[in-house]
């Protein structure tokens, strides 16, 4: 769960209070867990809940809509394929803070650009915004990694 937490905090320090506070939210809530699904994924949602709503409360500023384009500058596209997990998640760590929380949410999460925009409240194309500016930056992000590699 610190994984999941350290990917939508700024510092180990912030991800620890959001794992602590979502564990307290867990143990308060215990008893309302079916057994339907599993607790790893029940615990997962709270989490990311948990996280969410700080989130929320720290008002995050997201860049308001721009020209995003969907084309992508060419690269070699075995790139991802070298790379490690830890690689990964370190590049979505260093995304500007709007960027980071839509794509974790939608690109890891699995959430709608609604779901996002409601959670977050922001407009959803504020959210499809910030998703196709988070895939743009790590495509940079990457390519500067491949022309350090060559």
Do not use: T
Request: glycine fraction near 6%; include cysteine; aromatic fraction near 8%.
């Amino acid at each position: 769960m610190m994984a999941v937490c350290m990917r939508y905090a700024s510092s180990r320090m912030e991800a620890e209070d959001m794992l602590q506070e979502g564990f307290i939210k867990v143990f308060d809530n215990i008893g309302k867990f079916k057994m339907e699904g599993s607790l790893e994924g029940w615990v997962r949602r709270i989490m990311v809940n948990n996280a969410i709503n700080k989130i929320r409360a720290n008002k995050i500023k997201f860049e308001e809509l721009g020209n995003v384009s969907d084309d992508f500058l060419q690269h070699d596209k075995n790139i991802i394929d070298k790379m490690s997990e830890q690689d990964i998640l370190k590049l979505i760590s260093q995304m500007p803070q709007g960027y980071k929380y839509v794509f974790n949410m939608y690109a890891i999460e699995g959430l709608s650009h609604k779901e996002i925009a409601d959670n977050l409240g922001i407009e959803e194309a504020s959210s499809r915004s910030q998703y196709a500016k988070a895939k743009k930056y790590l495509q940079q992000q990457i390519i500067k990694l491949e022309k350090i590699n060559l």
